[in-house]
């Protein structure tokens, strides 16, 4: 079988301190994971995708939605996401590896082939959206090279860097070559990511009023269109790694 080039890794679990089980949350009776990776399946630059999810047995339900839609799962250790994303493309070693989450249902498949294109055009190890961020939050695509996630996954020894994959690749004193990929405005007040209640309300409001294979600026223009935005506008951007910053 030949190797693929491009790996795109969307890790996924059911334990979210703060909204628990939200990826199987549905809207028109399909789960966020779904709707997410449906979406991914669109990119045309991805050789191949996985479904990163734990070995905690509360998560074999994410294996089994995955397998069911026909999409390649591994499971690895909970808490070290970094080994996880490792150990699901150790064996492959693809030249390019692609991060998302699968709380970002809306996550555009055009903007992930013009950021890969991008790291490869520019061949540079690592490329994302959010280095400035000026992305809407659940647009977060980061691209890599495998050999940059290699050596993270060897040299990397604080929480924050583990937990979260990439710190120790955006770290400038540790010699990677890092672009951010640029966006047209400055839409970082704009939020289609789900960590609480009112974020899902926000998800669904968009698919009902847009359907679920709108554009990622299509969706943005109508959040800042619409007052439905107020609902989650003082929800902290990366809580999640900012916490974890404070366990280093």
Not at 26 to 37: G, M, N, T, V
Request: charged share 25%.
């Amino acid at each position: 079988m030949e190797q693929a080039n491009v790996v795109l890794i969307t890790q996924a679990r059911t334990g979210s301190t703060r909204l628990p089980g939200k990826v199987l949350m549905e809207i028109d009776h399909e789960p966020l994971l779904i709707i997410h990776l449906n979406r991914i399946r669109k990119a045309h630059r991805v050789d191949k995708v996985i479904v990163a999810t734990t070995d905690n047995t509360a998560d074999k339900i994410i294996w089994d939605i995955s397998e069911q839609n026909n999409f390649n799962c591994f499971a690895g250790s909970e808490n070290d996401v970094l080994d996880r994303f490792y150990q699901s493309v150790k064996n492959e070693r693809p030249t390019w590896v692609v991060r998302v989450t699968s709380d970002c249902p809306l996550i555009d498949p055009d903007l992930i082939d013009a950021v890969i294109s991008c790291a490869l055009v520019n061949d540079v190890d690592y490329c994302s959206t959010g280095i400035i961020e000026n992305f809407p939050d659940g647009q977060d695509v980061e691209v890599f090279k495998f050999s940059a996630l290699e050596r993270a996954w060897k040299e990397a020894s604080l929480l924050s860097e583990r937990e979260h994959v990439t710190p120790y690749i955006r770290n400038s004193k540790n010699g990677f070559t890092c672009l951010d990929f640029p966006c047209s405005a400055d839409y970082s007040k704009v939020r289609m990511t789900v960590d609480e209640q009112v974020d899902f309300k926000v998800i669904e409001q968009l698919i009902l009023a847009l359907g679920k294979d709108a554009s990622w600026l299509d969706y943005t223009k109508y959040l800042l269109n619409s007052s439905i935005s107020d609902l989650n506008a003082g929800i902290i951007r990366n809580e999640g790694y900012l916490t974890s910053l404070k366990k280093d």
